[in-house]
């Protein structure tokens, strides 16, 4: 927070979405808490809304929809002195009004030095409830590759080409076979039976003409045998 590595000209390329806050609200049913007792989760939008579940689910907490929060605004509900604990490199931190660090601003960047906390915030079960949840329940960005995880999808997406492959070239088999069994019954059955009908209705000039010779010799041939004495 109130660093050059935060700000809204980085929104477009950090990690999980643009810096928001959620206020983090539970009742005395299941806490024993003050009206005032409020935290607020501030970090990327993606990763607030992934534990916003884990906090409702363990702590009771209201749920709240992340806000775009700009740290370097003078207006902003959190600021650098109210931050309780940060997590995650950094990126992620839970934060209180009712908190005060003075020595925040310290000009000495390694120090460990810090306002200790209120006693009630010290020792209260929903403040506990939320660190708790936030440790386990953070996600963690830009985690190492998984070569293995590699390996098994490049094998999966090779062996299932090869499969796809297999399959295609059985169905281009399959539908070859289907239309030389189709053209050979059209010439055996339809087709053979219209090209008989269209010789019938339409026969050859040159068949006709020598069917007509062969009845006209033969014909002949029978008058020569009765006219022989």
């Known amino acids: 927070m109130e660093s050059s590595e935060y700000g809204p000209q980085y929104d477009a390329i950090r990690p999980g979405g643009f810096l928001a806050y959620a206020p983090l609200r539970t ?8 009206e005032n007792e409020v935290y607020y989760a501030v970090g990327d939008r993606e990763s607030l809304i992934l534990t916003m ?3 409702v689910t363990w702590c009771h907490v209201a749920p709240a929809w992340p806000s775009k929060f700009d740290p370097t605004s003078p207006n902003s509900t959190i600021k650098l002195e109210n931050v309780i604990q940060y997590f995650r490199a950094s ?3 839970l934060a209180s009004p009712a908190y005060n660090n003075t020595l925040a601003r310290t000009s000495i960047s390694d120090t460990r ?3 200790p906390l209120p006693e009630a915030m010290e020792h209260s ?10 440790e386990n329940a953070l996600a963690i960005v830009n985690k190492p590759p998984d070569h293995r995880l590699s390996s098994i999808l490049i ?3 090779f062996s299932t080409g090869f499969f796809v492959i297999v399959a295609l070239a059985y ?5 070859f076979c289907i239309l030389l069994a189709i053209r050979k019954w059209l010439w055996s059955g339809p087709l053979s039976y219209l090209s008989k009908l269209k010789e019938r209705m339409f026969p050859d000039p040159e068949i006709k003409r ?8 033969a014909r002949r041939r029978e008058i020569s045998y009765e006219s022989y004495p």
Not at 27 to 34: C, I
Not at 125 to 134: A, L, M, N, Q, S
Not at 210 to 217: D, F, G, L, S
Request: aromatic share 12%; charged share 30%; net charge negative.
């Open 171 to 175: 169905m281009l088999c399959a539908i």
């Open 113 to 115: 030095d810090s306002t």
């Open 53 to 55: 579940v884990s906090y």
């Open 155 to 157: 094998s999966v997406f």
């Open 210 to 217: 020598r069917e007509m010779e062969a009845i006209k010799e």
């Open 91 to 93: 990126s992620f931190a």
């Open 27 to 34: 009742t005395k049913d299941h806490f024993n808490v003050t």
């Open 125 to 134: 079960p929903f403040r506990k409830c939320i660190d708790e949840v936030t």
